[in-house]
C-alpha cells in the first residue's frame, strides 16, 4: 500500500491566506448567514409613502366608470384599494412610448369587483385613473 502526502511550502500558503483575507475584505465578501438588500432607487430620491384613504370624489368616479365596464349597478359593487407607489407616469399611458424615467407618483391599486367580475384600475392621487388591460 503506496501513501501519498502533500507537502506545502509555507512560502506558498502564508501569503496565499494573506490575499485571500485581503481580497475578502476588500471585495466586501461576507460569510455571514445573513442577507442583506440594497435599494435600486438613486440616493438622491427619497420615497414618498403613499395616502391610505381613498378619497370619496375618485370612489365615485371609479364606481361609476366599472359598473359602464363591468354592466353591474354601482350598489352591487365592492372596491378595495392598496396604496402603491408606482416608478413614473408610463403606468397611466397603456400603449404609448413612454421614457422609462423615475419620477414617483403617490397612487393605489384599486380592484372593483361584482357579479363575479373584476376590474383592476391604477390611480394616482390627483385623480387620474386608468384600468389596467393586464390585470384579469
Same mark, same amino acid.
Given at each position: 500500500m503506496m501513501k501519498y502526502t502533500l507537502k506545502y511550502s509555507v512560502g506558498g500558503i502564508v501569503p496565499l491566506?494573506?490575499?485571500?483575507?485581503?481580497?475578502?475584505?476588500?471585495?466586501?465578501?461576507?460569510?455571514?448567514?445573513?442577507?442583506?438588500?440594497?435599494s435600486i432607487v438613486p440616493p438622491s430620491t427619497s420615497i414618498p409613502k403613499p395616502s391610505s384613504p381613498l378619497p370619496?370624489?375618485?370612489?365615485?368616479?371609479?364606481?361609476k366608470d366599472a359598473s359602464k365596464r363591468l354592466g353591474v349597478p354601482v350598489r352591487q359593487?365592492?372596491?378595495?384599494? #392598496? &396604496?402603491?407607489?408606482?416608478?413614473?407616469?408610463? @403606468?397611466?399611458?397603456? $400603449? *404609448?412610448?413612454?421614457?422609462?424615467?423615475? #419620477? &414617483?407618483?403617490?397612487?393605489?391599486?384599486?380592484? @372593483?369587483?361584482?357579479? $363575479? *367580475?373584476?376590474?383592476?384600475?391604477?390611480v394616482a392621487k390627483n385623480g387620474k385613473f386608468v384600468a389596467d388591460p393586464k390585470a384579469k
Open positions: 491566506l494573506i490575499l485571500t483575507g485581503l481580497m475578502s475584505g476588500v471585495a466586501g465578501f461576507n460569510f455571514s448567514n445573513t442577507a442583506t438588500a440594497e370619496k370624489n375618485i370612489v365615485k368616479r371609479l364606481l359593487l365592492k372596491l378595495f384599494a #392598496k &396604496p402603491k407607489i408606482f416608478p413614473n407616469y408610463c @403606468v397611466f399611458n397603456f $400603449g *404609448k412610448i413612454c421614457p422609462r424615467i423615475y #419620477k &414617483p407618483i403617490k397612487g393605489w391599486v384599486v380592484v @372593483v369587483r361584482g357579479r $363575479g *367580475k373584476s376590474i383592476t384600475y391604477h
